[in-house]
């Protein structure tokens, strides 16, 4: 692992897309910053994609992520919106990828349990929670959940890639005595 690190996550959305940027120094995880790209005001939905694509490349090149978190779209009822969704997804990707940027996708379930322990966790308690673990004043917390739901995929990306690797695997108790046999006490 890197001294310092930058994770940009993103929320895609087709009206709010959500982002977030964290920087990791010696595996302690600090906010760089957070906001929303309003996309309501855009009738046409190539446009949208278009202006999604401008601003996650503009972000890419100002804070120079290592990683991309990104929020992989739910499965929903209404079949157009989520394929419109999965298209903002695309377009933020294709940012990351034109600038050699690895991708990892979670699940919002995946997401919420890893910042509060609970895969139905409100927008609301995710927000709260990384206020908390960030020690964000409550005068920086953005009143657009979008911005705190990027900034949870980041942190989630951080959370599951800096576990501790185990050096040695055991696929058993038997495997485990084998290669400790002084371990075992007769």
């Not at 908390?132 to 990027?150: F, K, Y």
Request: charged share 25%; hydrophobic share 35%.
């Amino acid at each position: 692992m890197k001294e310092e690190r930058i994770i940009i996550g993103i929320d895609p959305g087709t009206t709010i897309m959500g982002y977030g940027i964290l920087r990791i120094i010696q595996n302690k995880p600090e906010l760089v910053t957070m906001g929303v790209l309003q996309l309501g005001q855009y009738e046409n939905h190539y446009l949208k994609l278009r202006r999604i694509f401008e601003r996650v490349l503009g972000l890419i090149d100002e804070y120079h992520p290592d990683e991309m978190a990104i929020e992989s779209p739910f499965f929903g009822k209404n079949v157009q919106s989520m394929l419109k969704l999965g298209r903002a997804q695309g377009v933020a990707m294709s940012a990351a990828l034109y600038r050699d940027i690895p991708i990892t996708e979670y699940a919002p379930l995946k997401i919420k349990m890893s910042i509060t322990g609970n895969g139905k966790a409100s927008k609301e308690q995710v927000s709260d929670m990384l206020r908390r673990i960030l020690s964000i004043p409550q005068e920086n917390m953005l009143p657009q959940l979008d911005a705190t739901d990027g900034l949870a995929a980041a942190l989630c990306h951080y959370y599951q890639t800096n576990r501790p690797t185990q050096e040695k695997q055991y696929h058993s108790w038997k495997d485990y005595i084998h290669q400790h046999p002084s371990k075992v006490k007769k």
